[in-house]
């Protein structure tokens, strides 16, 4: 990034349609929409089975324009313009002032184009336009559309900083000593030669200096020119998942004296290292308790906001999440610079789809073409984030079948990916045992990555005692928030079109979290896991809709079924049920978390099997004040039912789950967990009576007045004693004024296709979320929730 980069989100006009001639600067468009970036038009809805819901049933195909007008200063003529497009959806095609300029398939990667020659300096009107055109079936889920990421204009001095200019590596990290190896590009468009000097200055997380060097190097005219520089820095201040800690590089290029550009990097001095027995950070061994997460980010679609991905990423962390894996294609760059701040490792993947064919329309049609360049871009996009510790080449590839050529082709992207970053070890995600073993692919990268094969983990390491290994996709449980099935059955699909929370349902290759967490402790060579997914994402609504995982074309025979129902946190970002499993086993701060919901009403004595998931040793149970007995973790299991392929038998003693048989009757549950023989956590459940009130809470009561920052705010409807109703479904209507607007509205049940632009929302087990925007003027943000028969409530927040 440099000073001079110029944000140009604002200002852009859409038109969704073909529109003949728009490439032409004298194109009238002055009836089209007037909007700012990043934009996503497709989650304006509507909803509509005909649009598949498998990709979300939402509008994301068909032609979309964007132009935007501009004047350049007369002082930018002689340097170079470029205009970078942090990400398009999809198949984008860009002519400035008429000419084309040029076209990127992906959807998920960045490109940039020099357009210098292109512009007018004269104060007159320039105009860039960009078409995009995804197509139907091109995608396994929901991808957005439009130019949903950033985009900048950067004007530089004919001598400058390249694209992606510097390339920062940590060759040594010791507790005493890092040396740090940084290569620049320095970029020469003018017709003579030049000698320059580089200089890097190093900022410790405090913001002093820390290191400083130079070199002079010649660049000859129209080439791009190297520096490499190794720095020292003492007693380094190193990034883990605990202290994130972040040094930033202000590389300065002088040319006679004069600096002639400036660009800063951010860094982390780290050292990641990988055997076949586990993987090291600073040399200390770590498990990846890992989520797949998908880019889009529920009710806002695929446009990026900042804060909608870290607040992702810190509910994640919440859960004891220590890793992400981009599935399946390069994220934004806010959710890899979130990661470097949070303390994240993250395996950057790059493909769903080499050349065989997943869908109809999809990336394999450009993988010939694009494949190389896609990758590499993404690598040299990446490689500064010291959150980065394993690149992959691919998802689930169809080629693992191809005895003949997939090695083959395995061996070229993992090439390419060495070609660029030696540092990082590579990946690729298998779902078959043992064809890509036998085939020789699964060897051609680094560690090997294992998906839904937890009764294989043995077989690999009996039969390839060399191979490193990690669980890149495990567990695929499904559950609706909130909604409770009984009696328990392990049943394919319910006719609610909901799955139960009791967290044991998924398609046939899936299993509960618990079987997950055993083979992790009975393979202690895996490097762990990453499940999918953290969070419900728009589209794949398995285990409804029809098909299996690997069925081309249309799902919708259980529509309106269109979201997923795999994560631990639903779409709005409430924790499920399981979010609480996972904590319970990836996090040592007491917690304990008790299910389902006490109101049974018409099943009074019948038997209710309530759940407990906790860090704790034990815990006892109450049922309006009397003991049902105390459970001993790892002593007391439970019996799940289970079936799966490649699993022997019907169920599992889990002794990750305490559990009891109660009898209902209407009053509380309420648990308490001990630890050392002391009570240190309790939760108590009310049977809550009908609904009284609307609660409202806000994630934070202070943002940033800058257009683009988020408040999060949660709706439960409660009880006249502060009880979340957990069966209400109250529609709630919004209004809001001030320095701000409400953007969306969601409640995490997979089965509403109201929009998500609406200012009401009907809430699902007894709530639903709204967010708000602020405006670019500082002052106050109210929130008004109200609701037919219930007390109203309002919430403010203030912006700055
Ligand atoms: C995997 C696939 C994911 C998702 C998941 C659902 O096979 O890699 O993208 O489809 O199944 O269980």
Redesign the pocket.
Known sequence: MKAQDINFNASWKFYNAEAEGAEAPEFNDSDWRNLNLPHDWAIEGPFDIKYNARSGGLPFHGTGWYRKHFKMEADAKGKVVRIEFEGAMYNAHVWVNGEFIGNRPFGYIGFEYDISKHLKYDGSDNVIAVKLKPEDLST??YPGAGIYRSVWLKIDNKVHVGQWGTYITTPTVTKDLAVVQNETTVVNKSSESVEVKVNHEYFSPEGESVSFIDETISVAANTSGTSQLFSKIKNPKRWDTENPNLYDVVTTITQNGNVVDTYKSRIGLRSIRYTKDGFFLNDKPVRFNGV?LHHDNGALGAAVYRRADERKLQIMKSMGVNAIRT??NPPSRELLELCDELGLMVQDEAF?VWKMEKVPNGYNLFFDEWGERDLKDMIKRDRNHPSIIMWSIG??IIEQKDKKNGWKVAKRLNAYCKEIDPTRPTSA?F?HYSSPYDNNMAQQVDIAGM??KPTHYVDVRNNYPELPFVAT?TS?CTSSRGIYHLPIEKYRVHESKHVTSYDLI??V??YPPDIEFHYQEQNPHVMGEFI?TGFDYLG?P?PYGGRD?STNGYWNDDWPSKSSY?GAVDLCGFPKDRFFLYQSQWTTKPMIHLLPHWNWKGMEGQDIPVYCYTNCDSAELFVNGKSMGKKVKGKDLTELLVSFNDYEGETFQSKYRLSWNVPYKAGDIRVIGYKDGKPVQEEQIFTAGKPAKINLSVDRTEINADGVDLAYVTVRIEDKNGNLCPMADNLVNFSVKGAGRLIAVDNGNQISVESFQANHRKTFSGMCLAVLKSSEHSGTITLKATSKGLKSKSVTVQTK
């Open positions: 396994r889920w797949c599935s399946h769903d998802n689930e995600g779902n998906n839904y996709e695929s998924g398609p290759w899936a999918w794949e398995t995982n795999f």
